[in-house]
Nanobody, 123 residues
Framework: QVQLVESGGGLVQAGGSLRLSCAAS????????MGWFRQAPGKEREFVAT????????YYTDSVKGRFTISRDNAKNTVYLQMNSLKPEDTAVYFC????????????????WGQGAQVTVSS
């Protein structure tokens, strides 16, 4: 019954920006941790960012710190990932997630996943 739908992906040149949105339905996100993961072709899925249910705590993988910002609008049941200063190595399918306990990226296992949005960064 939970659906997470990502939007806002596309093609951008290196140094450019994109904002991904994740619209949730079937369940209010206001009491759940939300997150973003990504998977590049031939690579393992990797953690990108997460945000607590109140939005007061965020955590990012080192490679995106200072460039990406996760945020949420519980009234709109939506989570965002603002991506600035994009690099070709950011090219991946980005997945929105709901739920799970975060005590470190290695043990973070969200309960629900979106189907992904393609982000392609050209050099």
């Amino acid at each position: 019954q939970v659906q997470l739908v990502e939007s806002g992906g596309g093609l951008v040149q290196a140094g450019g920006s994109l904002r991904l949105s994740c619209a949730a339905s079937g369940r209010a996100i206001s009491r759940y941790r939300m997150g973003w993961f990504r998977q590049a072709p031939g690579k393992e899925r990797e953690f990108v960012a997460t945000i607590s249910w109140r939005g007061g705590s965020t955590y990012y993988t080192d490679s995106v710190k200072g460039r990406f910002t996760i945020s949420r609008d519980n009234a709109k049941n939506t989570v965002y990932l603002q991506m600035n200063s994009l690099k070709p190595e950011d090219t991946a399918v980005y997945f929105c997630t709901l739920g799970g306990v975060f005590s470190g990226s290695g043990s973070y296992r969200p309960d629900y996943w979106g189907q992904g949005a393609q982000v392609t960064v050209s050099s």
